[in-house]
């Protein structure tokens, strides 16, 4: 055998054994850092410490943001978390943060407040999980907070005048404001949200909501926000 050829072999073997041992930067967790079944079992009101990745940002003033964050496992929600706002720029999709800060519950919503955080190497996007056959079980919330998507979904009225959206949930608002629409599935009605601070007036989604009508089939993602039962937060609609 051609001593080029070996070493072309060799360096093959190497390079494949180096690979063997290589996991993707969301799947490791710094010591202290808990797990995100740790996350899930520790108590209301505790201290956790958790490794997470930036995927939308909602809301940012003096100095707290308001962030959509997810690892490989399940998905954290930052409420108000101590940030600058030359920071609050740098937390762009992918970002890897470590935050410190206590586990808290609002309407139902489970998320991170009083958090700080650091900024760490690593980067990863979610894509969205496709939650459609989890609308109306006990295992939806199993993936609160997760970016998703629902496919197929029948565009209901939002109230008794038989509009196909609402300014605010009771319509109460103007444009610009959080716009309310329902939907319906396998003969079940789910109140979905565009969050004004997340997609606001502006934005694709806020414009499409805004033309939807009564009986459009349609698909929808974003993250699974929690108030009094699953009321997401959509980012994107398709009319099909």
């Known amino acids: 055998m051609k001593k080029s050829l070996i070493i072309t072999l060799a360096l093959i073997m190497v390079l494949s054994l180096a690979g063997c041992g290589k996991t993707d930067s969301a799947d490791k967790k710094s010591e202290g850092v808990m797990t995100y079944a740790e996350y899930v079992a520790a108590a209301m009101d505790s201290e956790v410490v958790v490794e997470t990745y930036v995927q939308a940002k909602q809301s940012w003033w003096d100095n707290k943001a308001t962030v959509y964050t997810q690892d490989k496992d399940g998905a954290y929600f930052l409420y ?13 999709p992918g970002t890897k ?9 609002w309407s139902g919503e489970v998320e991170i ?13 979610a894509a969205a999980m496709d939650a459609t056959s989890l609308l109306g079980t006990d295992d939806l919330i199993k993936h609160q907070n997760e970016f998703v998507t629902f496919k197929g979904l029948t565009v209901e009225p939002a109230d008794e005048s038989g509009a196909a959206f609402l300014y605010n949930w009771d319509g109460s608002g103007s444009q610009g404001d959080d716009l309310y629409f329902n939907v319906s599935l396998n003969g079940q009605i789910y109140s979905f949200t565009v969050e004004s601070y997340l997609c606001d ?30 009321n997401p937060h959509i980012t994107s609609v398709t009319v099909k």
């Open 113 to 125: 407040v009083d958090a700080t955080f650091e900024i760490e190497d690593g980067n990863f996007v």
């Open 80 to 92: 108000n978390m101590a940030c600058s706002e030359e920071d609050y720029a740098k937390l762009t």
């Open 97 to 105: 943060i470590k935050v410190t800060g206590y586990k808290s519950e």
């Open 201 to 230: 007036s502006s934005t694709e989604v806020y414009k499409v909501v805004e033309g939807l009508q009564v009986g459009d089939t349609i698909d929808a993602e974003g993250f699974l926000y929690w108030y009094e039962g699953a």
